[in-house]
Nanobody, 122 residues
Framework: VQLQASGGGSVMTGDSLRLSCAAFGRTGSTGTMGWFRQAPGKERAFVAGIVWPGDITYYADFVKGRFTISRDNAKNTVYLQMNSLKPEDTAVYYC????????????????WGPGTLVTVSS
């Protein structure tokens, strides 16, 4: 499967963005999916995940209450709704499919697509 993240942009503090992660080259569910982000000079960090089956969602503490992950199986797309954005949310955001292991670590995910840049200004 190939993943393509989109929807990033430059916004102001308090604004909202919705990121999309479209999956290509595969029929049926993409399984458990995750969003990660990487800020300049920092390691890639887990943001949100959606578990298949059942679409149970889980989040990093620093986005709880502000970000929402969801999926549209008919469109093979996973979304990340980001509200109340802060300058510290500035990063390149990536989506990936879960492979095995810890649900919160990048090493447990694969099929990384090119990210989408989110810049939040104060």
């Amino acid at each position: 499967v190939q993943l393509q993240a989109s929807g990033g942009g430059s916004v102001m503090t308090g604004d909202s963005l919705r990121l999309s992660c479209a999956a290509f080259g595969r029929t049926g569910s993409t399984g458990t999916m995750g969003w990660f982000r990487q800020a300049p000079g920092k390691e890639r960090a887990f943001v949100a995940g959606i578990v298949w089956p059942g679409d149970i969602t889980y989040y990093a503490d620093f986005v709880k209450g502000r970000f929402t992950i969801s999926r549209d199986n008919a469109k093979n797309t996973v979304y990340l709704q980001m509200n109340s954005l802060k300058p510290e949310d500035t990063a390149v955001y990536y989506c990936a499919t879960y492979s095995s292991g810890n649900y919160y670590t990048a090493n447990s995910f694969r099929s990384w697509g090119p990210g989408t840049l989110v810049t939040v200004s104060s």
